[in-house]
């Protein structure tokens, strides 16, 4: 007789924006969608290594394919029913000279096909996906101090870098920490062009993108700056005010560094200035 082949089919459960397929009852699932395996599969989705959900259906699969195989044989009468008496169809076998009578080797390969399915999962190794070429992102060209860009609401002109400004933060406010590289203050000039009220030392972020490919933001650096220090100010349209940023940065990361001001809603994008600190 020949061997059945049984293929894991089923749904599987997948976690929004997640690498991997689960069984119903792995525990590293919260709140998952169900879809089918081969779905899940095409989707490039991969198996859990700790519920093996392949396994779990191939063994669910397997189970039906053998209920329904006894079923097939009691009906060819190959195989007694699982509650009929052994010895009887035995002893009808030897009552039946005419018949041939199935010898041990028979009855031995039918038990064998019914409690041993071959299983066989259908499982292709996923092909070798190509790696991504690596994105060119163009960079706008760097501005020169004293030039003027749009952020956000606002026309900004950075004007000024001090590149030593440990003595007039600490001036500035006392509880100021020591910096750990040395501290940078970046003046600029901000005029709002919006519709209602902006205050730049709220509604403007910086970062410092080094030489060395390091990014250093204001956000991340304790010491308060001179303007900053002082009560911010709000401008209607059409108004400008003064607005410095400072941030902690090593003496060699200056070489080649662009300084970003962006809208603080925006994530760290807009234009940006070529340093050219004076010592």
């Known amino acids: 007789m020949a061997a059945t082949v049984v293929e894991a089919h089923g749904s599987v459960l997948v976690v929004p924006g997640r690498p991997r397929y689960h069984a119903p009852a792995c525990r590293h699932v919260g709140r998952a969608d169900e879809v089918d395996l081969h779905d899940a599969r095409a989707a490039g989705l991969t198996p859990c290594s700790a ?3 392949d396994e779990a259906l191939l063994r669910a699969c397997t189970a039906e394919a053998a ?4 079923a097939r044989y009691a009906e060819l009468a190959l195989l007694p029913d699982a509650d009929d008496d052994w010895s009887g169809h035995l002893a009808a076998w ?7 009578r199935p010898g ?15 299983a066989a999962v259908a499982l292709q190794p996923e ?3 190509p790696a991504a070429a690596p994105a060119v992102v163009e960079q706008a060209p760097a501005l020169a101090l ?3 860009a749009v952020v956000g609401d606002f026309v900004v002109t950075v004007t000024a870098v001090d590149a030593a400004a440990g003595a007039r933060l600490a001036a500035a ?6 910096a750990v590289h040395g501290y940078v203050l970046v003046d600029a000039v901000a005029t709002y062009v919006g519709a209602t009220t902006g205050t730049p030392a709220l509604d403007l972020a910086a970062t410092l993108t080094g030489g060395d490919g390091r990014r250093y933001d204001d956000a991340a650096t304790p010491a308060v700056s001179p303007l900053a220090a002082l009560r911010p100010v709000g401008l209607v349209p059409g108004g400008s005010g003064a607005v410095d940023f400072v941030v902690d940065v090593p003496a060699g990361a200056l070489d080649g560094a662009r300084f970003t001001v962006s809208a603080r809603a925006a994530g760290g994008a807009g ?9």
Do not use: E, Y
Not at 94 to 100: E, K, L, T, V, Y
């Open 104 to 118: 041990v080797l028979a009855l031995a390969a039918a038990l064998l096909v019914l409690l041993g399915v071959v």
């Open 146 to 148: 004293g030039q003027a």
């Open 67 to 70: 209920a329904a195989m006894r």
């Open 271 to 279: 234009p940006s200035w070529a340093l050219a600190p004076t010592p």
């Open 127 to 129: 092909p070798a996906r």
């Open 173 to 178: 406010d006392p509880a100021n920490p020591p």
């Open 94 to 100: 030897d009552d039946a000279p005419a018949a041939p």
């Open 51 to 53: 519920c093996r959900p």
